[in-house]
């Protein structure tokens, strides 16, 4: 069974810097499409970041392009999302989710899902 857990999650101004872990356990990350999730309140859940099995890709939501950086320890078995230029529309709960079946990082496909971290960004 894999297990996902999130943690870094804090409370950070405007323009200020934060990076999240996800620890997973029963799985190599090399057999997961594992990405970042964001769901803010009020707001539908949004695909922040994935990286695809073995590393071979990265991809970013548009919104946080240029910002943001997701990475894998496999050592570790962690990967990490380092968020630069914080925004206030960027305060949501983030969670770590992964699939063994695909590829992808379509929210539809994830079925292992971690509890969450709450980053909030405000003065």
């Known amino acids: 069974q894999l297990q996902l857990v999130e943690s870094g999650g804090d409370l950070v101004q405007p323009g200020g810097s934060l990076r999240l872990s996800c620890a997973a356990s029963?799985?190599?990350?090399?057999?997961?499409?594992i990405g970042w999730f964001r769901q803010a309140p009020g707001k539908e859940r949004e695909g922040v970041s994935c990286?695809?099995?073995?590393?071979?890709?990265?991809n970013y939501a548009d919104s946080v392009k240029g910002r943001f950086t997701m990475s894998s320890d496999n050592a570790k078995n962690t990967v990490y999302l380092q968020m630069n230029s914080l925004e206030p529309e960027d305060t949501a709960v983030y969670y770590c989710?992964?699939?063994?079946?695909?590829?992808?990082?379509?929210?539809?496909?994830?079925?292992?899902w971690g509890k969450g971290t709450l980053v909030t960004v405000s003065s």
């Open positions: 990286i695809s099995r073995r590393g071979s890709s990265t």
């Open positions: 029963g799985f190599a990350l090399d057999y997961l499409a």
């Open positions: 989710a992964a699939t063994l079946t695909f590829n992808s990082c379509s929210a539809s496909l994830m079925r292992y």
